[in-house]
């Protein structure tokens, strides 16, 4: 077995514990405004490595690329919730938000959404816009017909 294969399985195994355990922790966890962003980031990591996965065996290399890079991300915004908290808290970020729930649960989606969001940017709108670009210098006629 090469290694990038033992590698792989050892990180499909590791997100679904860990996955899996996050979203057992929503349930479990003290903090109101935490549940909902908890369970939606817990589910896409393990729904992103189980299409990662599954892309691979399919030997679909690009897609699996992507999928993984999203799950990377994903894994890492649990540490970056903890560097937000420790950014609100002892930095005073987001001090413009008084209501403590509500900065809380701020930070919560942010830590998730804003790196995916991110990810997206570079996956799917950028190059969008560059093809926009690509199409207003040579524009198609009508007679001519687009293929994907």
């Keep these: 077995m090469k290694w990038h ?16 355990t996050a979203f057992y922790l929503a349930f479990a966890i003290q903090f109101p405004e935490s549940v909902i962003p908890l369970m939606l980031s817990s589910s896409l990591w393990v729904l992103m490595t189980v299409f990662a996965w599954i ?5 679909h290399v690009q ?4 999928f993984m890079i999203r799950s990377y991300t994903l894994a890492l915004s649990f540490i970056f919730v ?8 002892k930095h005073n970020f987001l001090s413009f938000i008084s209501n ?14 804003v790196p995916l ?8 709108w950028l190059p969008s816009i ?8 040579y ?7 687009v293929e994907s």
């Design 139 to 145: 524009p198609v006629k009508a007679t001519e017909t």
């Design 5 to 20: 294969r033992l590698l792989g399985k050892v990180y499909v195994i590791g997100a679904l514990i860990g996955g899996l």
């Design 130 to 137: 560059r093809q926009m670009k690509v199409k207003k210098i």
């Design 55 to 59: 892309t691979i065996k399919r030997k």
């Design 100 to 113: 403590s729930e509500a900065k809380a649960a701020t930070y919560e989606w942010g830590s998730w959404v």
């Design 82 to 89: 903890r560097i937000l908290s420790d950014l609100v808290e």
């Design 63 to 66: 897609a699996h690329r992507l």
């Design 117 to 124: 969001l991110v990810v997206e940017f570079f996956f799917a």
